[in-house]
């Protein structure tokens, strides 16, 4: 068997047309002193990866760190293809704080509306629901728009 995941080639095809990971990689500071190994967009390149073939663990890189399919995806967008083990994209993802996350989201945003518009397609609408909503126990879609805090009995 070679690879189990052949789909990882479409998505390194798609990033190389449209070159997202390069962006999403200058929103995280680097926090390396001195050579690297691994570039950050090389290690935002292997989670993206991992994570659109449904490997959310960071422990999935070292279960596919001989798979070639990703080699050969990671190869054709960063010249590299090794992919990092799982202590370093553990390291990785650890220096992702808040602030990152902020300026990420910004990032997302302005590439959207930004490509949103070139391509001339709806609006863009915004749906937000502000109402909370008491829910009870473990409801389904329930985490993000709720008010969940146990009332005391008078």
């Not at 680097?30 to 449904?54: E, F, N």
């Not at 596919?64 to 990703?70: E, G, M, N, P, T």
């Not at 990092?84 to 302005?110: P, Y």
């Not at 590439?111 to 949103?116: A, L, R, T």
Request: charged share 20%; hydrophobic share 40%.
């Amino acid at each position: 068997m070679i690879t189990d995941s052949g789909g990882v080639q479409l998505v390194s095809s798609v990033e190389t047309r449209c070159g997202l990971i390069d962006g999403f990689a200058g929103c995280i500071p680097d926090w390396h002193s001195g050579p690297v190994q691994y570039s950050l967009k090389h290690l935002t390149a292997q989670r993206t990866l991992l994570i659109a073939a449904g490997y959310e663990d960071a422990i999935d890189s070292t279960l596919k760190r001989s798979d070639l399919a990703f080699s050969l995806a990671l190869f054709s967008i960063t010249k590299n293809p090794e992919l990092a083990c799982q202590s370093t994209i553990t390291i990785f993802e650890n220096k992702i704080n808040e602030a990152t996350c902020n300026v990420l989201a910004a990032w997302f945003l302005k590439v959207y509306v930004e490509k949103g518009a070139k391509t001339g397609k709806e609006p863009i609408i915004l749906d937000l629901d502000g109402s909370s909503v008491e829910a009870h126990g473990e409801q389904e879609k329930t985490a993000y728009n709720c008010v969940r805090e146990a009332r005391t009995r008078p």
